[in-house]
Every structure is written in structure tokens, then in C-alpha cells.
């Protein structure tokens, strides 16, 4: 599968529509079975807010927030191990970015209608250099992505079902965040809301 026509946007890659529609149910079903084994997580922060999506992982770290903060943990807070990262995504990330160390976390978000994700970056992981991959599922999402620092201008696109981002380089240190969900605009899942897939090495 070489040759994918991809968008660039600040540095990083924007993938449209990689994964069909047969695929993209083929992946719901493997996130239902995570999360059968290993049920979403209401994040909290330090401070004790609780973020608006639901939370859980695959592979051998999980990534877990509460009031003792940010990290990753080997299995899910009721003891059992995170289930394997679905092998369709682990395939994505080999053709995506053969270069890469193989993915060591999946994380899996859930975004409801009203669901957001603040601007933030991502920094929880030991190689900076490991770039990341995210699927999108479900309804349209309104990414935002700005700079290394905090503040300045950014720049805003929507995510649709199937589509797939590579941060590489100087990418994978950039602030992102959601700033909303358009429920309605697919009927991949049985209720609106959006599904995002996020591999990473961790180590
Ligand atoms: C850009 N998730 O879980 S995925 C996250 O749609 C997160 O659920 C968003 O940001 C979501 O941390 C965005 C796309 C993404 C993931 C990691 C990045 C974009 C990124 C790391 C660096 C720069
Ligand atoms: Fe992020």
C-alpha cells in the first residue's frame, strides 16, 4: 500500500479516508472487545476536573490520568492487562511509518456529542522521536493544531471516519486538542459520537 496521497498540515500528515467502511466496522468491533476487557476510564486531572472523554487502552501500556496525574500503566486499574492493539492498526502503523519502533500503546478516546479535548501536547513518552498515529471513527472531528510553545496562531481541520494522522518530526511536539464533534455526520456507530485510536511508543 505505498503511494497514499496525504495533506500536510504544520507538519504532520493528514491520510484521508485510508480505512473503508468494512474496515472502519471491522475496528469498531475490535474496540468494543477492548473495552469489554478493559471498560473506559473517566479521566481526571490532578485537580480533580473530570475530562469530557472516556478513556481506555490496548497494548502494553495504557495511558491513565487521575489525581495522582499523568502516566502509563502496564494494565488497567482493576488489575486485568490491556487487550493487544487490533492488528489492522499495528498494520497501518508499519506501513505508515516503517522507520518507527513498533507501537507499545494504543490509546483508545471516546467522544461523546459534547466532547472536547483542550489544546495540549504530548510528552508522557520517553522518545520524542517515535512519531504517533491516530485513526479517526464515528462522526467528524474538529482537530486544532498550533506550536511548540503556548499561544499563537493555529490552524483548524476536520477529521472524518477513516481518516488517519502521522506526527512525525517536529509535528509530534506541536499543541492539539479537539474543539468539537459534529454528531450526525456518519452511522458507523449505533450512537453519536467519535471514536480516536492513538499509537505511540512509550519506552
Ligand atoms: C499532534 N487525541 O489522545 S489524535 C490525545 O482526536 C489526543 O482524540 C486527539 O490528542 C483525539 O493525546 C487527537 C491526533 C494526535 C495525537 C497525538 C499528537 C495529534 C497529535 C501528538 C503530537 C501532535
Ligand atoms: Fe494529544
Same mark, same amino acid.
Given at each position: 500500500? @505505498?503511494?497514499?496521497? $496525504?495533506?500536510?498540515?504544520?507538519?504532520f500528515l493528514l491520510y484521508e479516508r485510508v480505512l473503508d467502511r468494512a $474496515?472502519?466496522?471491522a475496528l469498531v468491533e475490535n474496540v468494543r472487545a477492548i473495552a469489554? @476487557? @478493559?471498560?473506559? %476510564?473517566?479521566?481526571v486531572t490532578r485537580r480533580g476536573t473530570e475530562m469530557? #472523554?472516556?478513556?481506555?487502552s490496548a497494548g502494553a501500556f495504557g495511558w491513565i490520568t487521575d489525581r495522582r496525574g499523568y502516566r502509563y500503566e502496564p494494565v488497567h486499574p482493576s488489575g486485568v492487562g490491556?487487550?493487544?492493539?487490533?492488528?489492522?492498526?499495528?498494520? &497501518?502503523?508499519?506501513? %505508515? #511509518?516503517?522507520?518507527a519502533r513498533p507501537p507499545e500503546s494504543c490509546l483508545v478516546n471516546w467522544y461523546g456529542p459534547d466532547a472536547r479535548m483542550? %489544546?495540549?501536547?504530548? !510528552?508522557?513518552?520517553?522518545?520524542?522521536?517515535?512519531?504517533?498515529?491516530?485513526? !479517526?471513527?464515528g462522526d467528524d472531528a474538529l482537530f486544532r493544531i498550533g506550536n511548540e510553545e503556548r499561544g499563537g496562531r493555529t490552524e483548524s481541520v476536520w477529521l472524518r471516519s477513516g481518516? #488517519?494522522?502521522?506526527?512525525?518530526? $517536529? @509535528?509530534?511536539?506541536?499543541?492539539?486538542?479537539?474543539?468539537?464533534?459534529? $454528531?450526525?455526520? !456518519?452511522? &458507523? %456507530?449505533? #450512537?453519536?459520537?467519535r471514536i480516536n485510536l492513538t499509537l505511540r511508543v512509550v519506552t
Open positions: 500500500m @505505498a503511494d497514499r496521497a $496525504a495533506r500536510e498540515i504544520r507538519g $474496515a472502519q466496522r469489554r @476487557a @478493559a471498560p473506559f %476510564l473517566v479521566p469530557s #472523554v472516556r478513556m481506555t490491556w487487550p493487544p492493539i487490533p492488528e489492522r492498526v499495528v498494520a &497501518l502503523w508499519r506501513e %505508515l #511509518v516503517p522507520e483542550g %489544546l495540549h501536547q504530548d !510528552s508522557d513518552e520517553a522518545d520524542m522521536a517515535q512519531p504517533v498515529v491516530s485513526v !479517526s471513527l481518516d #488517519v494522522i502521522v506526527m512525525g518530526g $517536529a @509535528a509530534r511536539r506541536l499543541h492539539h486538542g479537539i474543539d468539537r464533534i459534529k $454528531a450526525g455526520t !456518519s452511522d &458507523l %456507530l449505533d #450512537v453519536p459520537g
